[in-house]
């Protein structure tokens, strides 16, 4: 097999994968539909991937990464934050990309819930705000006008209850939220803007 239609292939699993274990949850999905949905058989599953939880492992490695690698990038174009409403345009990248992933982190919430998880991608999220690895996406930030704690135990603290899991609820409610309460995308998305500038952001603005 070409590595082309290999990579091909493996992709369409993977998305298949990621489509049933946000609609059933991830015990109830059986690799027999995973292999219906993305139109290949069970064997072939079996040829790229040992087991379903191996599945899951590579769904959440590839979210990671992907989160990595957005907040490398966004720097690149992002002015200073503390001039104008600047931050705006660095929130909008931030909703992007859990909108964009919101299947897959459903199912890193629905996971990480179990006590007998060892696969707590949301904590993985969590830990890449204060990894050594992103220490230059730190710097980047604090050179643009935000403040970051010395004490990594609060930038953890901070970062993950006050700035991360807010726009994952943002993502996985978001739907629902609409529909309940009977409000646009548009002001549900500028409300929530505004808290989030009001609590997170307050938080690394230098006084």
Known sequence: MRERDTVETKD???????KLF???GFDKARVDDIAKEAGVNKALIYYYFKSKDEILQTLFSKLVEDARRMLVKCMEGTPDIINGDNFKALFDVYIKFVME???????????????????SV?????NLIINAE???IREAYETKGLNFPEDKTELLVMEFFTGLMPIISFAVYKDQWESYYNMSEEKLCAKFYQVFKRTHLAAHLRH
Not at 103 to 114: F, G, L, M, N, P
Not at 122 to 126: A, D, N, T
């Open 12 to 18: 369409r699993i993977l998305f298949a994968a990621e």
């Open 22 to 24: 946000s609609e059933v």
């Open 101 to 119: 992933r919101r299947k897959i982190i459903r199912v890193a919430i629905a996971e990480s819930t179990k006590e007998s998880s060892e696969l």
């Open 122 to 126: 949301i904590m993985e999220l969590g």
């Open 134 to 136: 992103i220490n230059r």
